[in-house]
């Protein structure tokens, strides 16, 4: 059994900052790609930000500059920084890992999410 557990979510002025972090815990062998996704109100989910086992990174043209996503392998743990936060910005973020558990499968998961709200 894998769980995801996210933090750090909550309402911030615009221009502000929030960190949020993603522990992955449970039968795991190790964990591939580690990803942020969002979804506001109304709105499909996207994909914000993604960083591999190597540490290569990709982030939504919508928060270029802005996010940095980051990981500690030996932590089990994944990272969102955003700073320079807009209103635009508000949704509830989800985190997302691809984990080979102790009985080499590979499954994808996902965390239970957490609010950010950004107010003008």
């Known amino acids: 059994q894998v769980h995801l557990v996210e933090s750090g979510g909550g309402l911030v002025q615009a221009g502000g900052s929030l960190r949020l972090s993603c522990v992955a815990s449970g039968s795991i062998a190790s964990i591939r790609d580690m990803r942020w996704y969002r979804q506001a109100p109304g709105k499909q989910r996207e994909l914000v930000a993604a960083?591999?086992?190597?540490?290569?990174?990709n982030y939504a043209d919508s928060v270029k500059g802005r996010f940095a996503i980051s990981r500690d392998n030996a932590k089990n743990t994944v990272y969102l920084q955003m700073n320079s936060l807009k209103p635009d910005d508000t949704a509830v973020y989800y985190c997302?890992?691809?984990?080979?558990?102790?009985?080499?499968?590979?499954?994808?998961?996902w965390g239970q999410g957490t609010q950010v709200t950004v107010s003008s």
């Open positions: 997302y890992c691809r984990i080979t558990t102790m009985s080499i499968n590979t499954y994808d998961y």
């Open positions: 960083i591999t086992t190597g540490g290569n990174a």
